[in-house]
C-alpha cells in the first residue's frame, strides 16, 4: 500500500509538468498540443462580442471558451481557456460586451485568431496567461 502510494506521488510531477488540464486538455511545451502563444505578436484590440461559443478543438480535450469579436478593422476569434476556469471567474464575458483583449495573434485552422492574455470589461478584469503565454489556470486547482 505504501508503495503504491509513493509511485502515485512520483507520477505527480510529470503531469504537472505536462500541464495536463482538468477534462483531459494538455497544453504541452511540444507534440500534439504545442502551446502556440507567441510573446512577439501580442496586441491589444477593442471591440464588441459578438457570440460567446463553447467548443472542443480535439476529442478528449476539455471544451474552451472562444469569443467572436468584432472590432473597427475585423472579426476575430478570441480563444480564452478551458471552460471549466473560465466559467468559474468573477468576470463574466457576455454577448453584447464590450472588452479590450491583449493576447497573441496568431493562425488557428488557417484564420487569424487572438490567444487572449487578459481581457478587460469596463473596471473589471480577467487574466488568463503571464508573459509568456503559460496559462494561469495550469496552478489554479492547488490555490483552491
Known sequence: MLLAFSIGLLAVPTFVQLGM???????????????????????????TVEDVQKITIK?????GIHLILKSDRETISVHLGPAWFIEKQATSINKG??????????????KPAIIAAE????????????AKGSPVWGGWQRQQ
Open 21 to 47: 488540464a482538468r477534462g483531459g486538455g494538455y497544453h504541452r511545451p511540444s507534440g500534439p498540443y504545442k502551446r502556440i502563444y507567441n510573446s512577439k505578436t501580442v496586441e491589444t484590440i477593442s471591440g
Open 59 to 63: 476529442k478528449g480535450m476539455s471544451d
Open 97 to 110: 460586451d464590450q472588452i479590450e483583449v491583449k493576447g497573441s495573434r496568431v493562425t488557428f485552422n488557417g
Open 119 to 130: 481581457v478587460q470589461k469596463g473596471a473589471e478584469s480577467l487574466h488568463l496567461r503571464d
